[in-house]
């Protein structure tokens, strides 16, 4: 099974490749295939977590040689196929894997037409993700990086709401604007350093290699950071980058929507948390602060504008808004640092990593979940303003005792496992920064106002005579597809441990990186003199050395 | 004992409200009921036993689990029964096992009991929680615990948009406490590096014992030495100090005041919490809208267990209030505000649940006067017998309401008492302790608390001898109040003659069934007895004291002198509230009476009435002054900053690109000659540019040719 | 009787053919570097004509054609001339490309013209023009 991470990454592929061959008319077959399908790639994943060893190292690794030629052009290392798994991608590998079989359950009645084709989208789309989640080579993540893109495309485009095409077309500008910026980064950064490794380079950074830690190349370093930090801001999405979200979540039919918040939008966080900060530790403590503070403004006015909503969807996607905005704080924790001791330092940014990292989990369980329980009831009553509905507790008691618990694991009450990271992200950025996390936990007021606002006005109150007409308890489908969703909220809620014990090496490594290079930082500013510098090129190609016009 | 034991007594009304969580509408009420009965009623019996072990060898019994632990932050499922557990675990399952009886006769009309029964036991185990953790997080995990299930409780009839409505505004109030205790977790982990109680104890310990301070009533106590992760800081501030000093500053630019420091914020951000969980000033609003609920809840929840979570979590964590004298004054001072302006709103109340939340309110003020007076034991005390006396009270105003079918205005009330005769005599029992007349349990009790708020002599870190009289008097102003509002409440409810006619045939009216009658029986013999456990050290000696006594070990009592006798503040009391009952009591047999007209006559107690009557318009407050301008300001930066300004930025560039592109539409014209044309044309263009021989030196062309020839 | 007939084979020298010769000799007055490209030039320069002047698609067709071959005349005649060491032949193969290319622009270019002719009627340029901004 050393081939596990490709046999991962294109069965879903292989799958879109298999639907091709079956007839268009026969829909439910189409479904079957597709659901089944994706369930197998769930249980092949699973093995990745049986065989994992809990180090910070990448795992399952596989290395290819790609475009050879790229490399005799420029001299520069040549991109690879390499893909590995390591603590940070593991749980979101899995969640990738987990949530396309219950995003496709969910919708299946919702997609009516052109069932073929979505499905063909949605395995497409797989791949993509778990591609991105994948690639240790920058070519090669920014080639799967695309691949998503098209597909989420197409999906809001051809299956969404009556202003699909706008909503597909902002979506579709807003990350290729980011991904434009990114490429320019990748090729900057890569023909500079010589490689296009990830874990080469992070070796380098580990090394001190001096193009990421020395005094020099701190206008490109700074350039490089801020394209990395944009794109995948736009993904996440980071205020005041945000407004392309709502639109597409109210437009994106519901697997869509699943996918985007549940899926897509990690991406963005797992790609600051991959590469924008083990690779400029001395950005993220120079420009940490200005990303912290938009994020925990992120996370005041995401909930405030959920507050504004009428429509539930929008809602549940402003509130996308604000909890991403705590996985970004705790990411950006240790940038904020201000204390003078040095010692609790790593657990600082331990703590709130791994509080990020289960953030990014969670909200992807639960407000997945929130976003099929509100396609459930658009299908049955085709709106999705919370005026239309009222006291309908009355006539769906099991589908209100799920969307409530849904409901408490996203305003993060203990025993969810939405606690866990919200706790773990402020509980460290409180060490490192009080007031930013103190203003930030006002957060945790008003996700419980908007929330409780939304299962109020829907679930409770007097029943509405004219809203009745054919709201229908869950039925045994839709409870298969919410079951495993409700149970892992729980269990991640009550037993985290064998979650956290698996990603901790990989984010404490992070987080060391990050703390060596506040000592490296020092020593670079004190050894100014060109020889001194020299001897830690670890480089690949080591006649590549630093330019002194890049002062 | 096996000391994993302890773990059945949150976990078997788990396993109970799993049954009948999932078991739904296969249960009746009285299935259901008994379910949970017997559930919580195990919980009781092994609570017991873990007492009788603790009281016996004086042992701490403790189970720990793994939760989570993550980069040197560790929170395990670590239950323990000390001495004040064990008292709480009583309580919580004692008081809560005799409600889940009484509910199964009270809950027999509903739809829906199984639910009810699953959520009452949902709020035991998360009330376990609460008192049995060994940590903060596992203490939070209860509270945000009960919360919810309080949530779920009082929005339990959802159909009607007020009970929902009181249940959100329970819960979203609550939040705002949790704030507050959340960030005084963060603050703990901070120093500390644990959060941990023990552990945190054990800090604080080594701290005093290495500086060679002792911890003592009154004892002051530099607390920025208590830090322990964080001496670089103490350190910067003694720089700060230093320099600030050379260069002549002012004072107060470097003077640190003592007390004012992390340990008075954490405190004060915990009581934060505990403002918001056990409703005082300026978190109360919740509460008596709480009373939406079942009234076993109200008993149960709002009266009882729940809202004392912030007293009990004071007292948890009494060893940091004792070196944080700023918070305990401003605990003192909130509770015996508290204790007053609820007594002064329930004063007029209409509403018998309504009478009874505030009285709620203005007790749990009571318990914080002692908690801020640093007489922990007597705070807790209180909390007992109010457990078993405000349950009483809420379950015998229940057996009215049952009667009455659900009728709660006392203005329909009337001449119950002969027609609910069981019901009236427990209900005296539970006024004659609520009033505090003795000797019936709230007496010792709130006996206790007076006295002890007089010997308060420091006030916000000071020296201050005035303090302690202040706090006296409004302590005594609100037994005042009590004596007024319950025995306003009796006579309303029970003497005098019926006025429901019209609503309600006073035939219709009949005693509840048994189940409920039995537990009022045993609650108001536990109302007029449970208070002889702390029957003051002055009458009977320190030992007589089973109370203080078994806490010690937790909790040390400090001796209290006074100037004057405790008699003399005994007997003050007990003379005020005997001769208030009486007064009000008489008074309000009939519904004009020389009080009421006073109201209309005289303008000043007009006044008082309308303010008392519509709660002080705090609610109308908070409306003006928070929920408006959040969700008006939620609109409008949704309308101006999100779809305006920042979409409309976006908007604005992708239209400027389209009138570009709407611009240049002549160009294309559609005829492909055209369109060859102007490639070639570019072709040329850019051949012009670069040049002919650059193209040829580019090619290598020139190089090439020049070889052959 | 045997026939003894002269075999058929003609044994005369054979004429000057001067029509051939004149045409080789001008095509080695063509044959150089600067020859090539001239005769690329003429050809890409009349493809050229033909596309932007010509409004009859098949010519337009034609001319295009005629453009990529000039394109193949250099390609192939630098790859020729060339003495840089080109151990692929370089040149020749990207002829190759380019025919191969050609053939399917062509094929493609044609069935577009049969539908036009189909459903217009005409392969004139000027009577599809429904792409106008």
Redesign the interface.
């Known amino acids: 099974m050393d081939k596990i991470l490709s046999i991962i990454v294109f069965l879903p592929a292989l799958g879109a490749l298999l639907l091709t061959f079956v007839p268009k008319a026969r829909k439910d077959d189409l479904r079957s295939i597709g659901f089944f399908w994706t369930l197998l790639i769930f249980l092949v994943s699973l093995y990745l977590p049986l065989k994992f060893v809990s180090n910070a190292e990448f795992q399952f690794e596989e290395q290819y040689s790609w475009v050879d030629s790229i490399a005799s052009a420029d001299d520069a290392g040549a991109p690879s196929y390499h893909l590995g798994l390591d603590g940070i991608s593991l749980f979101l590998v899995l969640l990738t894997t987990f949530i396309t079989p219950i995003a496709l359950l969910g919708a299946w009645k919702y997609i009516g037409e052109r069932v073929k084709e979505f499905l063909i989208a949605m395995l497409v789309l797989e791949t993509g993700m778990l591609g991105a989640l994948l690639a240790l080579d920058f070519i090669l993540f920014y080639v799967f990086w695309e691949v998503m893109l098209i597909p989420m495309y197409l999906i809001i485009g051809m299956w969404g709401g009556p202003r699909k095409v706008y909503a597909a077309l ?1 979506f579709f ?1 807003f990350t290729l604007a980011g991904s434009v910026l990114m490429f320019l980064a990748i090729i900057y950064l890569c023909s500079t350093v010589g490689t296009y490794d990830f874990a080469l380079m992070r070796e380098m950074v580990g090394a001190g290699e001096p193009f990421f830690l020395g005094p020099h190349f701190q206008t490109a370093r700074m350039f490089i950071f801020f394209a990395f930090v944009l794109s995948f801001a736009i993904k996440v999405p980071l205020f ?1 980058l945000h ?1 392309w979200l709502p639109d597409a979540h109210v437009e994106a039919p519901t697997p869509g929507s699943v996918i985007l918040a549940a899926v897509l939008l990690k991406l963005g966080t797992y790609g600051l948390l991959r590469f924008a900060i083990p690779l400029f530790p001395l950005e993220v403590r120079e420009y940490g602060i200005i990303v912290a503070a938009l994020a925990v403004i992120g996370i005041i ?1 995401g909930a ?2 959920s ?3 009428t429509d539930m969807k929008k809602l549940v996607a402003y509130s996308s808004v604000s909890h991403l905005g705590y996985v970004v704080l705790g990411l950006f924790a240790l940038g904020i640092y201000t ?3 040095n010692d ?1 330092e ?6 709130a990593l ?1 509080g990020s990292m289960y953030i990014m989990l969670g909200h992807g369980l639960s407000t997945g979940a929130l976003f099929l329980l509100v396609g459930m009831l658009y299908e049955r009553k085709h709106t999705r303003l919370m005026s239309d509905y009222g ?1 309908i ?2 006539l769906m008691p099991r589908f209100t005792a799920i969307f ?1 618990i849904v409901t ?1 694991s996203s305003i993060g ?3 969810t496992n939405g ?2 990271g919200e ?2 992200v ?3 950025t ?2 490192a920064n ?1 007031w930013l ?2 203003f930030a ?2 957060g ?2 008003l996700g ?2 908007y929330m ?2 939304l299962v ?1 006005k829907v ?5 509405k005579q004219e809203t009745s007409h054919g709201l229908t308890d869950v039925s045994p489908r839709e409870l298969a597809t919410l079951f495993p969703i409700l149970a892992l909220i729980v269990i991640m809620g ?4 064998p979650f ?1 014990s698996r990603m ?1 090496p990989a984010l ?1 490594r992070v ?1 060391n990186d990050l703390k060596r290079s506040g000592n490296a930082k020092v020593n670079a500013e004190e050894a100014v003199k060109p020889g001194a510098t020299g001897d830690l090129i670890l480089n690949a190609q080591a006649h590549i050395a630093p330019s002194p016009a890049e002062d | 004992m096996n000391h994993d034991l302890i773990l059945l007594i949150p976990l078997i009304p788990l396993l109970g409200f799993a049954i009948n969580g999932l078991g739904g509408k296969r249960f009746n009420v009285v299935g259901s009921g008994l379910i949970a009965s017997v559930a919580v009623t195990i919980s009781f019996v092994v609570s017991v036993k873990a007492f009788l072990h603790v009281r016996e060898t004086g042992e701490v019994v403790s189970s720990v689990f793994e939760w989570f632990e993550v980069g040197g932050f560790e929170a395990h499922f670590g239950f323990r029964i000390d001495q004040l557990s064990a008292i709480m675990c009583l309580v919580v399952t004692g008081v809560g096992a005799l409600i889940h009886v009484y509910s199964i006769g009270y809950m027999d009309r509903d739809k829906n009991p199984a639910k009810f029964f699953a959520f009452l036991n949902l709020f035991i185990f998360a009330m376990l929680c609460l008192v049995m953790g060994d940590n903060l997080i596992l203490m939070f995990l209860g509270w945000e615990g009960v919360g919810l299930c309080s949530y779920l409780l009082i929005g339990f009839w959802y159909e009607e948009n007020a009970n929902a409505d009181a249940g959100k505004k329970a819960f979203i109030v609550n939040r705002i406490g949790d704030f507050g205790f959340l960030l005084a977790i963060f603050l703990i982990f901070f120093h500390f590096g644990t959060v941990n109680f023990d552990e945190m104890k054990g800090a604080v310990d080594d701290e005093l014992e290495n500086d060679g301070y002792v911890a003592g009533a009154g004892e002051i106590v530099n607390e920025g030495r208590v830090r322990k992760t964080l001496f670089v800081d103490a350190e910067h501030e003694a720089g700060r100090e230093t320099a600030l000093k050379s260069i002549g500053a002012p004072s107060w630019t470097w003077q640190r005041h003592v007390g004012l420091g992390a340990l008075t914020i954490v405190c004060l951000l915990l009581f934060v919490g505990a403002t918001g969980k056990s409703a005082q000033i300026p978190l109360y609003v919740w509460l008596p809208d709480a009373m939406a609920g079942p009234t076993p809840v109200s008993a149960l929840i709002h009266a009882a267990t729940m809202v004392t979570a912030g007293v009990y979590m004071i007292a948890r964590l009494h060893f940091l209030y004792d070196l944080a004298p700023i918070a305990q004054s401003v605990v003192l001072l909130v509770g015996a505000v508290t204790a007053v302006w609820a007594g002064f709103i329930g004063l007029t109340q209409f509403d018998i649940k309504k009478v009874l939340a505030y009285s709620t309110v203005s007790q749990l003020g009571f318990m914080f006067m002692a908690m801020g007076a640093g007489a922990y034991s007597a705070g807790i005390f209180h909390l007992v017998t109010h457990a078993f006396f405000k349950a009483l009270l809420f379950l015998g105003s229940g057996a009215v309401i049952y009667a009455c079918h659900h009728e709660q205005d006392m203005r329909r009330y009337g001449g119950l008492g002969k027609r609910l005769p069981m019901t009236y005599f427990t209900f005296i029992i539970g006024a004659l302790a609520l009033t505090g007349i003795a000797p019936f349990s709230g007496f010792f009790s709130k006996d206790e608390i007076l006295w002890v708020s007089v010997n308060a002599h420091q006030f916000l870190g000071a020296e201050n001898h005035i303090f302690g009289w202040t706090v006296w008097a409004l302590g005594a102003l609100a037994a005042v109040f009590t004596a007024c509002y319950s025995w306003r409440m009796v006579s309303m409810t029970f003497h005098g003659s019926y006025r429901g006619e019209e609503h309600l045939p006073l035939s219709h009216v009949h005693e509840a069934p048994r189940t409920m009658r039995y537990v009022l029986m045993i609650l108001a013999f536990g109302a007029a007895t449970v208070g002889f456990i702390g029957i003051p050290p002055f009458i009977v000696g320190e030992s007589g004291n089973m109370f203080n006594g078994f806490l010690d070990p937790m909790i040390h009592t400090a001796h209290h002198e006074s100037a004057l006798s405790p008699w003399f503040f005994m007997i003050v009391t007990l003379a005020l509230g005997i001769v208030f009952a009486f007064v009000v009591g008489q008074n309000f047999v009939k519904p004009d009476n020389r009080i009421t007209n006073l109201a209309t006559t005289n303008d000043v107690v007009r006044r008082l009435t309308l303010w008392s009557r519509a709660k002080l318009y705090v609610d109308e407050f908070y409306n003006v002054v928070i929920v408006q301008p959040v969700m008006w300001g939620a609109w409008l930066l949704f309308a101006v900053v999100d779809q305006g300004l920042i979409d409309g930025i976006l908007n604005g560039a992708a239209k400027g690109t389209e009138l570009i592109a709407r611009a240049m539409r002549p160009l294309q014209t559609g005829e492909l000659n055209y369109y060859a044309m102007t490639i070639v044309a570019g072709v040329l263009v850019i051949l012009a540019f670069i040049g002919l021989d650059d193209i040829s030196a580019a090619l290598g062309l020139a190089s090439a040719s020049s070889e052959i020839h | 009787m045997a026939d003894y007939r002269l075999p058929t084979t003609d044994y005369r020298l054979p004429t000057t053919d001067y029509r051939l010769l004149s045409m080789i000799s001008i095509a080695h007055m063509f044959f150089t570097p600067h020859g090539m490209m001239f005769l690329a030039m003429l050809l890409f320069l009349t493809g050229v004509y033909a596309v932007t002047v010509r409004r009859n698609l098949i010519v337009v067709l034609m001319g295009l054609e005629l453009m990529l071959n000039a394109v193949n005349v250099a390609l192939v005649s630098f790859n020729y001339f060339s003495s840089y060491e080109s151990v692929f032949e370089s040149g020749q193969i990207m002829a190759l490309m380019v025919i191969a290319v050609a053939a399917a622009e062509a094929a493609v270019g044609l069935a577009i013209l049969v539908v036009l002719m189909r459903t217009r009627g005409s392969i004139d340029a000027e009577k599809a023009q429904e792409m106008q901004g």
């Not at chain 1, 790593?346 to 703590?351: D, K, N, R, W, Y």
């Not at chain 1, 679930?459 to 029943?463: A, D, I, Q, V, Y």
């Open positions: 902002k500008l005041p407004t006015y405030l504008m507050l504004a909503q204390g003078a001791s609790i790593g657990t600082v940014s331990a703590i791994s006291g507790a009355k409530v408490l009450l203990p025993g606690f866990i706790f773990l402020l509980l460290g409180f060490q009080r996390a103190a936990s006002i945790v007021i419980a106002v409780l606002r109020q679930f409770f109150g007097p029943l009550v037993a985290p441990q956290l901790e404490e987080a």
